[in-house]
């Protein structure tokens, strides 16, 4: 035991005086600590590619504010009003656009402030995005034909604005009820794409009762032209003869809501387009107009 003992002290003596040459490199700690990367930029990039830390780095290398008035150039033209983003794209393509005088094909290129685009021969000035809702009265149709029987809907919304508005989709001089004008071409061709989310609303007026039967039929779905076409909803309008009926559906196309009925032997009177996309003919005469509010653009654009 007492060898046992003193093979301890031993051991415990070497190793007690080997302590010290491991603590003799902690003197250095403070040297290593005064890193010189504040004041040294080359420094803080070699230790950035590294693997240090590159925060600070990073934020001196990104200069947002100059950055936030650069737009692509695909939405640049389409701001102008022109032509939707994706058919700039293909202008860009085929080199029918100049930005400063030089031709620019490069998809993604983006413009500054100041620059001068020319698309297709002409100088562009985007336009600031422009969103009417009208309640349309009878007469009057989205189509450019000369007609003595009807006039063009623009005539209703001329004094709203001096941009260039376009309807969102057609309706005849028969059909009344909402429609939304807008310079925002990306949005016209939403809103014209056949599969739509967004649904508009119909209060339409028969010869003659609706049968039930029929009615039933109806909200089964549809088959027109070989196609078939759903129906969100169709009901009796509430206190009204049942020759009044309503109409849920989320296709654009005005036309299938006559379509519809006459493909059961009825003969609409009258179409009126009660929704939009969410919007209602709420504080809104027919015949008048309004601007959408923000939260208005929003939902649409969201849709």
Same mark, same amino acid.
């Given at each position: ?6 093979n301890n002290?031993r051991s415990?003596? *070497?190793t007690n ?7 003799k490199?902690?003197p @250095?700690?403070?040297? *290593?600590s005064? &890193?010189p &990367?504040k004041?040294?930029?080359a @420094?803080?990039?070699?230790a950035?590619?590294?693997?240090g830390r ?5 934020r001196?290398n990104?200069p *947002?504010a100059?950055k936030s008035?650069?737009? !692509?150039?695909?939405?640049y033209?389409?701001n102008s009003g022109?032509c939707?983003r994706r058919d700039a794209d293909i202008?860009?393509q ?10 620019i094909t490069?998809?993604g290129?983006?413009v500054?402030?100041?620059? $001068?685009?020319n698309?297709?021969?002409a100088v562009? #000035?985007p336009e *600031?995005k422009?969103?009417?809702l009208l ?5 009057f ?6 007609d003595?029987d009807? !006039?063009n809907?623009?005539? %209703?919304? =001329? @004094? @709203?604005t &001096?941009?260039? %508005?376009?309807?969102?989709?057609r309706?005849?001089?028969?059909t ?9 071409t ?8 056949p599969?739509q989310?967004s649904?508009?609303?119909?209060q $339409?007026?028969l010869?003659?009762?609706?049968k039930?039967?029929? /009615?039933?039929?109806?909200?089964g779905?549809v #088959?027109?032209?070989g196609? &078939?076409?759903?129906?969100d909803e169709?009901s009796y309008?509430?206190?009204e003869?049942? #020759?009044?009926?309503?109409l849920?559906? =989320?296709?654009p196309?005005?036309k299938?809501?006559?379509a ?7 003969d609409? /009177?009258?179409?009126? !387009? $009660?929704?939009?996309?969410g %919007? #209602?003919k709420?504080?809104?005469p =027919?015949?008048?107009? !309004?601007f959408?509010t923000e939260q208005e ?5 969201n849709v």
């Open positions: 035991m007492n060898k046992k003992d003193g002290k415990s003596s *070497r005086s080997s302590r010290p040459s491991a603590n490199p902690k @250095a700690l403070p040297k *290593r005064q &890193k &990367k004041d040294n930029p @420094a803080a990039e070699n950035a590619k590294k693997g590159p925060e600070k780095t990073v001196q990104s *947002r100059l008035d650069d737009i !692509r150039l695909n939405k033209i389409s022109v939707s202008y860009i085929s080199g029918n656009v100049k930005v400063n005088g030089e031709v490069e998809m290129y983006k500054k402030p100041g620059d $001068v685009v698309f297709d021969g562009l #000035t *600031r422009e969103y009417v309640n349309k009265p009878k007469n149709t989205t189509s450019n034909e000369d003595g009807h !006039r809907v623009l005539e %209703l919304v =001329r @004094a @709203a &001096k941009a260039k %508005l376009q309807p969102i989709g309706m005849d001089k028969n009344t009820g909402l429609l939304v004008f807008t310079n925002d990306d949005m016209i061709r939403k809103f014209s794409l599969n989310k649904t508009k609303i119909y $339409v007026s010869d003659r009762n609706l039930f039967e029929d /009615l039933e039929k109806i909200a779905g #088959t027109l032209d196609h &078939k076409l759903f129906v169709i309008i509430d206190g003869p049942k #020759t009044e009926i309503g849920k559906l =989320r296709t196309n005005v299938v809501v006559r519809i009925f006459e493909s059961f032997k009825y609409v /009177l009258k179409i009126d !387009r $009660v929704s939009f996309a %919007l #209602t709420k504080n809104l =027919r015949g008048n107009w !309004r959408l653009i929003i939902n649409l654009k």
